[in-house]
């Protein structure tokens, strides 16, 4: 019988997350300044949203099952 530690999924997902997180921070840091510099109030507010969302994504991580952490990993690998 196979077990999986949810716990250690967990971790490893996490991990996971805060490395394709860093590439996306990146992207996110040239969308909020060229929204600031064209004036474009809408654009930014969308910029900083998805930069909460990332910010706390490894977050949610702890309140994930096995399946959610295998479906969000295939997602950030496809």
């Known amino acids: 019988m196979i077990t999986i530690n949810l716990s250690k999924a967990s971790e490893i997902t996490k991990q996971s997350l805060r490395s394709w997180r860093e590439v996306e921070f990146k992207r996110n840091d040239i969308q909020i300044q060229n929204a600031l510099i064209d004036g474009h109030e809408e654009a930014k507010a969308e910029a900083v949203a998805y930069r909460d969302f990332l910010r706390d994504l490894p977050s949610e991580c702890d309140n994930m099952s096995i399946i959610q ?4 990993m295939e997602a950030l690998n496809g």
């Open 69 to 72: 952490l295998k479906d969000l």
